[in-house]
């Protein structure tokens, strides 16, 4: 089942620096306050061997309990990275080399926005949008061989099992099954490969839940401001053969294409972003887990 949904800003999918990152971490532990920021032992890899200064997304093994084994990634890279978050500190750890793609003998990056982990998988989702480019130093025709390859870099997710040291990826798999996906969907196909600031599709963050994918846009922004979150089942991503679907529209406007007779805004959308309700909902609080 795939499916489609618009709703309405509220911030929800955003590039976060580490110390948001890492004070959303600790909010949700009920551990440190949602101001503080954390520091970094030993060094997050950033471009061209130099120090990250921020990073796109981390995720972790587990949610509650200190220490916790993470995953970072930063956008200008090919690499994720293993970190060991502890209470009040991030220790950087070993890199896992995520895509292998080139444009005449130089590496692209996966321009990863978003990190996940879900049964014992980690997945990371690039961008699958236009390559970055404020000063237009790329010109559309003159160079559409880089900006087709930059794209095709992009337009990946990639999964992995973490090995027991958190020190390597285990069965690495990739997919760019999304982007035929997005291709073929009425409302956001339009979008694709267009220029950021032409409105261009580009995604910004991923969850994995109960089966399912969901793929948070940035760009486009739609009608009345709304974003499109895309929700597509692991399976079909992974082996599966995309299904074709049925268009509909809940009640509040926001628009869904389905291959479930179970309209998918009831079921699989409800749970993720509570931005979708008129009135936005007060994060729930999260008590620590005994045994910690």
Known sequence: MISVIRFSFAAALRPAVLCIVVAAVAAASSVARAEESWPVKHELSGKDGKKSKDVSGIACTTGHCFPRSCLVIDDNLQDGQFVTLKQGKLVAGAPVKLIDNTFKRRALELDGEGVAFAGDHYYVIGSHGHPRDKKHKLDPTKDAGEITARILASSQIVRFRPDENQTAAVDIERTSKLRDIIASDQVLAPYLDRRLEDN?????????????????????????????????????LFGGTPTVGFTARPPDGRQSSATSATPPWRTAMGWLWPAWSRAPAAPPSVAPRSGC
Do not use: C, Q
């Not at 599709?201 to 922004?221: M, N, Q, S």
């Open 200 to 236: 261009g599709l580009t995604i910004e963050g991923v969850a994995v839940k109960d089966g399912r994918l969901y793929a948070g846009f940035r760009g486009p922004v739609l009608d009345d401001n709304r974003a499109a979150i895309l929700s597509v089942e692991v399976d079909t």
